[in-house]
């Protein structure tokens, strides 16, 4: 099983970027799917999940609002659309797959998550 991190860049803020999250080895439609970030010298934190069937989406409060979490099971992949950036946004943008409990409700605890992927970084500044 495979995620692939893509999207990230610079970006202004109050800029946009969307990022993808390419699944290979496994169908998405089964598995729900968290977006995580790491900033510098920070633990990492849940960013926003979704469930396997795309109709229940998670987000922590910090990015509720600016950010938006989708899945195209045609094309296996997940995004996070990005907007009203802020410099604290800035972060190693990582997916991956809960496997922790009920795909259909998944949570934003790092540890109830598997198969990470490599990572994006996204950086916001002037």
């Known amino acids: 099983w495979q995620l692939v991190e893509s999207g990230g860049g610079l970006v202004q803020p109050g800029g946009s970027l969307r990022l993808s999250c390419a699944a290979s080895?496994?169908?998405?439609?089964?598995?729900?799917i968290g977006w995580f970030r790491q900033a510098p010298g920070k633990e990492r934190e849940g960013v926003s999940s979704?469930?396997?069937?795309?109709?229940?989406?998670n987000y922590a409060d910090s990015v509720k609002g600016r950010f938006t979490i989708s899945k195209d099971n045609g094309k296996n992949t997940v995004y996070l659309q990005m907007k009203s950036l802020k410099p604290e946004d800035t972060a190693v943008y990582y997916c991956?797959?809960?496997?922790?409990?009920?795909?259909?409700?998944?949570?934003?605890?790092?540890?109830?998550?598997?198969?990470w992927g490599q990572g994006t970084q996204v950086t916001v500044s002037s």
């Open positions: 080895g496994f169908k998405l439609e089964y598995y729900a």
């Open positions: 991956a797959v809960y496997t922790y409990g009920s795909s259909g409700y998944p949570t934003l605890r790092v540890h109830e998550y598997d198969y």
């Open positions: 979704i469930s396997s069937g795309g109709g229940t989406t």
